[in-house]
């Protein structure tokens, strides 16, 4: 088992930069992904980005994300970083961390392959 816990969303103008936190703590020996997911209000979870175990391996969703967010993992710590910056009114959502055992390469893009999921951190951009 893999427990999960997102910080540092919160309320931010848009333009703004805020840094999400993906705090690992269980099993966390084993290698694993990480992925971040968002879910709007009315909207279903989307995919955001995913880094490899070792952080040599990351992904994104397509754009509007691509050019202005960034992931990061350092595993002294067990965490998993999202920096988001230029934020816009439409990345207002709840934020999701989700980890998953990492047996290949390939590093996880769809919800249904994670095993392990946090609570959620709400980001608000205000227009």
């Known amino acids: 088992q893999v427990q999960l816990v997102e910080s540092g969303g919160g309320l931010v103008q848009t333009g703004g930069s805020l840094r999400l936190s993906c705090a690992a703590s269980?099993?966390?020996?084993?290698?694993?992904?990480v992925g971040w997911f968002r879910q709007a209000p009315g909207k279903e979870r989307e995919f955001v980005a995913a880094i490899s175990w070792n952080g040599g391996s990351v992904h994104f969703a397509d754009s509007p994300v691509r050019d202005r967010f960034t992931v990061s993992r350092d595993n002294a710590k067990n965490t998993v970083y999202l920096q988001m910056n230029s934020l816009k009114f439409d990345d207002t959502a709840v934020y999701y961390c989700a980890a998953t055992a990492q047996l290949t390469l390939d590093v996880p893009t769809t919800a249904s392959s994670y095993d392990y999921w946090g609570q959620g951190t709400q980001v608000t951009v205000s227009s």
């Open positions: 269980g099993r966390t020996a084993s290698p694993y992904a």
